[in-house]
């Protein structure tokens, strides 16, 4: 099957720190050219693919300082790709709204990967081409009337993540994640405090977010109790989260997925989460973590979290979201669309055939 995966230019395929679309992106891409696709990846110049590379940018957006507006070159990248839709048996957009007006134009169909929520101002676009396939990354994150052709969940190379039998000593707790007021380390730094336990936190901080870190995080990290590692890259990530007695997600929105978390059970660290989004999905409660209803739970669920099973976590993760299983979800959703379309072709032309009999017989 000739496939067309186009990522977003704001981070390069696979993001050397942090980026929840780009990494399932690159290991949706690689694992298609493994059972033998014939796959384009568009996305950024500086991306590392075993696909075909069409970039639509020299590097990542955000890397590119001289940039000022961002989303012409998005424009640009979406355009470049329907400009060739015909070379391909589907198209696979994983930049939201972006492709949505030009996949109603091309006979190729497109199937959209919901990895982000529904706002008050993107949801109007999304009604306004309700009747394309979309593939929501959880059933949380159904909240429109628009086609969805299936749930398909995240995926993680568990290989690529070691296994850690016990917590390092002493003992702590682990954030990871974006630092702004939706992911919540506001919230676990109090949890950690409310408990009298060490955390360890890593994620980047986005130019939106910096106030909010500096008016709200900075003055409680004391490199102590609260220590902050800075954007960590894949080895750092995984000894963070394999060394952490449990992993908080203590999130404030409606998370669509959370890789986090099944990147910590993977590692064999629990997680303990706010009950919100997709976290009763991805959680198996009292077995692989706790999902809670209040940070003051959170807080109390921490000895019980300690008791749990850590090679129970790791197959956990290992039958529900690894990437061979994303990528069969995804293959199945391909193999439905490309023969819809090709039965509708058949049809049309069956249809056309007949009428044109039709016709020379009244001549």
Known sequence: MKIAQIAPLWEKVPPTTYGGTELVVSRLTDELVRRGHDVTLFASGDSQTLARLEAGSPCALRLDTSIKEPAMYELLHVSKLYQHAAEFDIIHSHVGVWSLA????????TVHTLHGIFTRDNSKVYRQHHTQPYVSISDAQRLLNINYVATVYNGISVENFPFFAQPQEPPYLAFLGRFSPEKGPQHAIAIAKQAGWR???A?????????FFEQEIAPLI??????????????QK???LGNAAIT???????EPFGLVMA????????VIAMNMGSVSEVIANGQTGYVCQSYEEMAAMIPKALELNRHKCREYVEKRFSVTQMVDGYEAVYEKLVGERNFRNWFNSALR???????????
């Open 102 to 109: 030009l996949a109603s134009l091309v006979s190729t169909p």
């Open 199 to 201: 955390l360890k936190m």
């Open 203 to 211: 994620g980047k901080i986005d130019v939106v977010d910096k106030k």
């Open 222 to 235: 004391d490199g102590k109790q609260i220590e902050f590692l800075g954007e960590v890259n894949h080895a």
């Open 238 to 240: 995984a000894e963070l």
């Open 248 to 254: 908080l997600f203590p999130i404030t929105w409606c």
């Open 263 to 270: 990147e910590s059970m993977a590692t064999g660290t629990p």
């Open 353 to 363: 055939n007949s009428l044109e009999s039709i016709a020379s017989l009244t001549r």
